[in-house]
C-alpha cells in the first residue's frame, strides 16, 4: 500500500523528573533526509534518533523537534555570577567617588550590567534523559508511519480513480484513431481533385499507395497499447505492498510521451481535445505521486 510523504505526529512522555516532548512533521523529498532540533545537551542523542526514524521511514524530509521540562522541585534554576557581580559594584563604587557622587549603589544597577543572574547549567543523567525521550520518540515515529498510510489511502482513491477515467478516454481515442486513416484519405482526394481538371484521370493504385503511406505515418495502435500497458502497471505498483512514488514518476513521464505521439497525429479535433484534456488529467495525478514514498 502506498504511502503519503505528508504527515504530523506528536507525542509526550515523562520518565523520572524528565518530560520530553516531540515533534515530527513531514514533507515531500527525493530522498530521506532528516533534521533534529533538539537543546543542546541532547544532541549526543541525533544519531541514536536517526536510527529510530530509518527503522521505520524510507523517504521524505523529516523534521524532528525536541523539547525538555525539568519537573524536580527542588531543582536550581538560576545561579549568580558573583565575579561578575562584584566587578561591576567596584566599577560603580570608583566613578561615584571619582565624581564625588553621594548616591546609593543599588541591587538594580548592578543587575542592569546584564547576565549576573543567569540560568543555571544542569548536570543531566543521559541515561534519564534518553528514556524519556526514546519511547516518546518511537511512539512519535509509528504514529507519522499511521498517519502517512492513512493519507496514503487516500491518494491509492483518488489515483485510482484517476487511472479509470482514462483508461474510459483512452477506450475513445482508440475507437475514434480507427476512423484517422478515412479521414486523411478524404483530405487528400478532395486535396488532388482540387489541383487536376476534371478530364483528368486519377491513378487509383497511386491513390492507394498514398493513402497506405498516411495511414502507416497517421497510425497510433502502438501507443494505444503501450499506454494499456502503463494502466496496468501503474495499478500494479499502487496495490504492491512497497511504496514505489519514484516507479509512479516514471511512469508519468512515459504516459505524456504516448499522448504527446497520439496528439501529433490526430486526424480531427476531438480527438486533440481529449489528448489535452488527459494530458491535464496527468499533471494532476504528477502532483499527487510527487507527496507518495
Same mark, same amino acid.
Given at each position: !500500500?502506498?504511502k503519503?510523504?505528508t504527515a *504530523?505526529?506528536q507525542?509526550?512522555?515523562?520518565?523520572d523528573?524528565?518530560t520530553a516532548?516531540?515533534?515530527i512533521? +513531514?514533507y515531500?523529498?527525493?530522498?530521506l533526509d532528516? +533534521? #533534529?532540533?533538539?537543546?543542546e545537551?541532547?544532541q549526543?542523542f541525533?544519531?541514536?534518533i536517526?536510527k529510530?526514524?530509518t527503522?521505520i521511514?524510507?523517504?521524505?524530509?523529516i523534521?524532528?523537534?525536541l #523539547?525538555? =521540562?525539568?519537573?524536580a522541585?527542588? =531543582?536550581?534554576?538560576?545561579?549568580v555570577?558573583?565575579e561578575k %557581580? %562584584?566587578?561591576y559594584?567596584?566599577?560603580?563604587?570608583?566613578?561615584?567617588?571619582?565624581?564625588?557622587l553621594? @548616591?546609593?549603589i543599588s541591587?538594580?544597577?548592578?543587575?542592569s550590567a546584564g547576565?549576573?543572574?543567569?540560568?543555571?547549567?544542569?548536570?543531566?543523567?543521559?541515561?534519564n534523559?534518553? &528514556?524519556?525521550?526514546a519511547?516518546c520518540?518511537?511512539?512519535a515515529?509509528?504514529?507519522l508511519?499511521? !498517519?502517512?498510510k492513512?493519507e496514503?489511502?487516500n491518494?491509492?482513491?483518488d /489515483?485510482?480513480?484517476r !487511472?479509470?477515467y482514462i483508461e474510459?478516454?483512452?477506450?475513445?481515442?482508440e475507437?475514434?484513431?480507427a476512423k484517422?486513416?478515412? @479521414?486523411?484519405?478524404k483530405?487528400? !482526394?478532395?486535396r488532388?481533385? *482540387? /489541383?487536376t481538371?476534371d478530364?483528368?484521370?486519377?491513378d487509383p493504385v497511386?491513390i492507394?499507395?498514398?493513402?497506405?503511406?498516411?495511414a502507416?505515418k497517421?497510425d497510433?495502435?502502438e501507443? @494505444?497499447v503501450r499506454?494499456? +500497458?502503463?494502466?496496468? =502497471? *501503474?495499478? =500494479?505498483?499502487l496495490?504492491?505492498?512497497?511504496?514505489?512514488g519514484r516507479?509512479l &514518476?516514471f511512469l508519468?513521464?512515459? #504516459?505524456?510521451r504516448e *499522448?504527446?505521439?497520439i496528439?501529433?497525429k490526430a486526424?480531427k %479535433?476531438s480527438l486533440s481535445?481529449?489528448?489535452?484534456d /488527459?494530458?491535464?488529467?496527468?499533471e494532476?495525478?504528477?502532483e499527487q505521486?510527487q507527496?507518495?514514498?
Open positions: !500500500m502506498i503519503s510523504m *504530523f505526529s507525542v509526550s512522555n515523562t520518565f523528573t524528565i516532548d516531540v515533534t512533521r +513531514s515531500n523529498s527525493r530522498h532528516i +533534521s #533534529f532540533f533538539c537543546p545537551y541532547c549526543v541525533e544519531e541514536d536517526k529510530i526514524i527503522r521511514h524510507d523517504r521524505g524530509r523534521e524532528i523537534k #523539547f525538555i =521540562q525539568e519537573n522541585k527542588d =531543582q536550581e534554576l538560576f545561579e555570577d558573583e %557581580a %562584584a566587578s559594584y567596584h566599577a560603580l563604587k570608583k566613578i561615584k567617588e571619582d565624581l564625588n553621594t @548616591i546609593d541591587m538594580s544597577d548592578i543587575l547576565n549576573v543572574v543567569v540560568a543555571s547549567k544542569r548536570q543531566w543523567d543521559l541515561k534523559l534518553w &528514556n524519556a525521550i519511547p520518540l518511537e511512539t515515529s509509528i504514529n508511519g499511521i !498517519m502517512r492513512a496514503g489511502k491518494l491509492y482513491s /489515483l485510482s480513480a !487511472m479509470d474510459d478516454n483512452l477506450k475513445q481515442i475507437k475514434d484513431a484517422i486513416p478515412l @479521414i486523411y484519405k483530405r487528400l !482526394m478532395e488532388i481533385s *482540387f /489541383l481538371s478530364t483528368e484521370k486519377l497511386r492507394a499507395q498514398e493513402t497506405a503511406i498516411i502507416d497517421s497510433v495502435s501507443e @494505444i499506454l494499456y +500497458s502503463h494502466i496496468k =502497471q *501503474f495499478r =500494479q505498483i496495490d504492491s505492498d512497497d511504496s514505489e516507479k &514518476n508519468i513521464q512515459e #504516459f505524456n *499522448f504527446n505521439t496528439g501529433s486526424g %479535433a481535445h481529449i489528448v489535452v /488527459l494530458k491535464s488529467e496527468l494532476k495525478i504528477r505521486v507527496n507518495i514514498e
